[in-house]
């Protein structure tokens, strides 16, 4: 099994409404990630959880709360967002820790409307 | 500060034409490169891994190289079909460093 499995693929939610992305791999990757995705626009980094720790937070607002129940599962919880939260959200994982010489697996992502 | 440029923005060529793919970083002090591929509205796919100590690698249809000095890489990709069609991004990871810099991608269409 080499997927990164996201759900849901599609979610339109209200400014006020209280929502989660969820994330599951089964590969035995230590390391997980949240991107959040623009538009034709790169992938931009949101947080790292290596060893089921959260190691990086790239000053993500506090909106957005990541959560690490296991190592096979990564959520991302969603508070009174902002339309400009409208974006692609991508779930990756790798084997190791972040600065290891290894590929990323992405999962097919959740396209989040806010609004 | 890593920057990562992908020239051009756009491609569209014949089917069976060879795709030729440009990536440029501003430090070569890199742990590896790699190439994905991204269909509209979807995830990233990876497609190859150069690490630092290597010029190229092979997968199939598709050969990537590596060229720390001058700051480049390629993908090849030859022989292409319609199911090419797709955004390919290039990322570098820098040394002690944990975030890829990404390159804003080269959107390839591929007329049959």
């Known amino acids: 099994d080499t997927e990164v499995t996201q759900t849901p693929k599609h979610l339109v939610m209200g400014m006020t409404n209280k929502k989660s992305l969820k994330c599951e791999q089964h590969?035995?990757?230590?390391?997980m990630y949240w991107y959040k995705q623009k538009a034709k626009k790169p992938p931009e980094l949101m947080f790292v959880?290596?060893?089921?720790?959260?190691?990086i937070n790239e000053s993500v607002p506090s909106r957005f709360s990541p959560e690490c129940p296991n190592s096979s599962l990564l959520n991302l919880h969603l508070h009174a967002l902002q339309p400009e939260d409208s974006a692609l959200y991508l779930c990756a994982s790798s084997q190791g820790t972040p600065t290891t010489n290894e590929k990323l697996f992405f999962g097919s992502g959740t396209q989040l409307s806010v609004l | 500060k890593q920057e990562v440029t992908q020239i051009p923005a756009a491609l569209s060529v014949p089917e069976g034409e060879n795709l030729v793919l440009n990536c440029s970083f501003t430090d070569s002090a890199i742990y590896n490169l790699q190439w994905f591929r991204q269909d509209p509205g979807k995830g990233l796919t990876s497609l190859l891994l150069?690490?630092?100590?290597?010029r190229e690698q092979t997968s199939g249809r598709l050969n990537a190289s590596l060229d720390k000095s001058s700051g480049r890489s390629t993908l090849y990709i030859a022989a292409s079909q319609p199911g090419d069609s797709a955004t390919y991004l290039c990322a570098a990871l820098p040394f002690d460093d944990y975030k890829l810099s990404f390159g804003a991608g080269t959107t390839v269409t591929v007329r049959a």
């Open positions: 959880y290596s060893y089921e720790k959260l190691s």
């Open positions: 590969m035995g990757h230590r390391a």
């Open positions: 150069i690490q630092s100590s290597q």
